[in-house]
Structures are given as C-alpha cells and as structure tokens.
C-alpha cells in the first residue's frame, strides 16, 4: 500500500527524517521558532521555504534567498511546482518530494527533466544529449554529416524558382498576420499559434524567405501552462480554458481554496499576469466577469474575527491580538471598522472590504 505524500531529508545534519505533507496544509520549513520543519543545516534562513501540494505536484515557494532547484537558484518571492522524486536544497540541507508512490529507477531523472522542459528547456536538452547511448550519438553524427553534403550539393546545384508555399493561409497560422517595419524593411511576424512545432515551422518558413524576419508570436500551449503556474500562487484546483487567442477564463475553486487575500481581487490578478506572461490579453474569472469596486474578501479566511461593544467594534486574530481603526494589517491600514465587517486600504489605494458570513450574523448585513 502507498504511503501518503511526504518530504524526505536527502542530505544535511537531519538526513533520513520524514515529515507528511497533509492535503489543504502549508508547511513552513527553516531554523527559527513557529515552522513545521526545523533544519539546523548551514544557510537555513528562520523561514526559509514554505511547501503545500498541489495536486499531484509539490508547491514551493522561497521566503528567503538561498533555495536551489536542481542546481537553479530560485528567488525570494516566487513558486515552482516539483513532481514526485524531485529534489531542492535549502542551505546544505536537501530535501525530496514523495507523492506516496516507491521511487523507481530514473523517478528523480524524469522529474528533472520535467522541471528543465518547463523552466529551462535548453539545459533539458542538452541532459538529454548527455544520456543518449554512443550508438545514437554515431546515428546522429553521420545524419548531420550526411545533411551537410546534401545542402552543399544544393547551394552549387542550379534549381527552378518555384513559388513560396502560402503556410499562412493555413488554418493553423489564422491568427498570425505579417508586416514590414518601415526602418528597417524586415518582416515582422505577430500573433498567436496553438503549438510549440507549428511554431518551428512558421520559422522556417519565415527564413527560407530570406531576410532576417522577426517573430512575435505567442504559443498558446505555452502560455496556458504559465498561467496555470501563476494560478497556482493563489488557488488550489483552479481550472483553466481558452477563450480565444490570448485570452484565458479562470474557474475557482472553493473559498477555502484561496491562498492569499489577492485571490479574491480578481482585477488585480488580470492585471499582474498581463505584465508577467507575454502574449497574454486577459485573465477572466468565471463567475466574476460584472466585478466592480472594492474588493470583497471573507473575514475567516484571514483568520480574523469581527468583536463589538455598544461603544466600539474591533478586529482579533487567533492569538487575540485586537485591531481597531487605523491600525494596520500586512493587507493594508484599517480605514473602517462596522458592524458588518472592516475597510482595509493597501498602499496602493485600493480598498478591500473584510465582510463577516452573514449567516453566522443574527442580523442582516
């Protein structure tokens, strides 16, 4: 029987340690006081690496310098999504991400070469050179040589001129349109394809035509598996489709699936993977198409509770910690406090609306 999913210590001074990894849970990983995984290793920061599962992947996410992915330094602030058998190192200290399933010859080599493909597709390729057996290398030695003499029979070898194939009058190149730029007389190439081979062949193409061309096009298979990674910071489960060329419909999942306050300020989101992701057009979520002003976000999902008096109200967290007007939370200052939630304003400006659940309230809000 399969275990259920855990983080295994690989290496470092707590080496054949274990710790599960409950569903729905986000683990804290570091040196200080008030993480779940404690790691007394050289360079663990006091939070250093939070985790969460994803599915069937591993969520990390880097508080503090110093987290490596298979050798990549990963910045403070962003995520990455590990299959089962991947590594990453904290400091001295490495850690594995098991899924419950018996690692297997080549597990950590193909969740390697899963994490390059999406994130550093020339360093996949060429780990994919590197294990290939010498017969193939001979194979592709004498291919490339074979080609070589082709193409230098060709250059010398007198041919018709022959019309240029109309590849994009295909149905698969409709959304790419051509023009020249005036300075400079290259052809610009703009646009949208569904694949990363059709956009090798529009290069050819675009090549064979002499000149130097430029490419602008954005490859849709591509560009929702960014998304999905953007999504992952702030949902767990979220389902994703698209809408047409550069534009993709976000379904949420449940409230309690929500990762962050932003989750529910679904404009905000639009706006941050418009600048983050080439090509993209619009996020829309499903469900929240008609959103407009402030923003509102359920008080328990911050952990907090709306407490009154007949002369004031206040917020108060888990530790009891109260917060009146004026006060500020890490979401922003409280710029109001009623009997049916608070008015946050972030340092943008802003407003977020803490609402109690209404039904949990004797009266209406």
Same mark, same amino acid.
């Given at each position: ?21 409950? %569903? ?68 001295? =200290?490495?850690?594995?991400? *098991?899924?419950? $399933?018996?690692?297997? $010859?080549? /597990? ?58 109309? +590849? ?5 190149? !409709? ?5 020249? %730029? ?7 190439? %703009? ?10 062949? +529009? ?21 929702? %598996?960014?998304? *999905? ?41 639009? !706006?941050?993977? !418009?600048?983050?992701? $080439? ?6 979520? =499903? ?21 009154? /008096? ?31 939630? =608070?008015?946050? /304003? ?20």
């Amino acid at each position: 029987m399969n275990d259920s999913p855990r983080l295994l210590v690989a290496s470092g001074l707590h080496a054949g340690a274990s710790i599960a990894l409950p %569903e729905g849970h986000a683990l804290k990983i570091g040196n200080g006081s008030g993480v779940d995984l404690i790691l007394a290793d050289a360079g663990v920061a006091p939070h250093h690496a939070t985790v969460s599962l994803s599915g069937k992947r591993l969520l990390v996410h880097a508080v503090s310098d110093g987290v490596t992915v298979f050798g990549r330094i990963l910045k403070s602030g962003t995520n990455t999504l590990l299959h089962h058998g991947a590594s990453f190192g904290l400091g001295e =200290a490495r850690l594995q991400f *098991n899924h419950g $399933e018996p690692f297997k $010859e080549g /597990t950590s080599l193909r969740a390697e070469r899963a994490w390059l493909l999406r994130h550093a597709p020339l360093a996949w390729l060429l780990k994919r050179f590197a294990t290939l057996p010498r017969l193939v290398w001979f194979a592709l030695a004498a291919t490339a040589l074979a080609l070589a003499v082709a193409y230098g029979l060709k250059l010398y070898a007198p041919r018709p001129p022959r019309p240029h194939a109309p +590849l994009l009058e295909q149905p698969a190149y !409709r959304q790419v349109h051509v023009r020249t %730029e005036k300075e400079t007389g290259r052809r610009v190439y %703009e646009g949208y394809v569904q694949s990363v081979g059709e956009l090798g062949a +529009l290069s050819l193409d675009a090549r064979a035509q002499g000149g130097a061309p430029v490419l602008r096009v954005a490859v849709i298979d591509v560009m929702q %598996e960014q998304v *999905n990674d953007f999504l992952d910071k702030y949902y767990r489960g979220a389902q994703l489709r698209a809408a047409g060329p550069g534009v993709f419909v976000a379904t949420p999942p449940a409230a309690d699936a929500y990762l962050a306050p932003e989750s529910w300020d679904y404009a905000r989101l639009d !706006r941050l993977a !418009r600048a983050q992701i $080439e090509g993209l057009k619009a996020l829309r979520f =499903a469900g929240h198409e008609n959103d407009s002003g402030p923003v509102r976000i359920p008080l328990e999902a911050l952990g907090l509770n709306l407490l009154s /008096t007949s002369h004031t109200a206040w917020l108060a967290d888990a530790q009891g910690t109260r917060y009146f007007a004026g006060a500020r939370l890490p979401l922003g200052k409280i710029t109001g406090i009623a009997g049916c939630g =608070a008015t946050v /304003t972030r340092d943008d400006g802003s407003v977020y609306l803490l609402t109690v659940n209404r039904a949990a309230k004797a009266s209406p809000c």
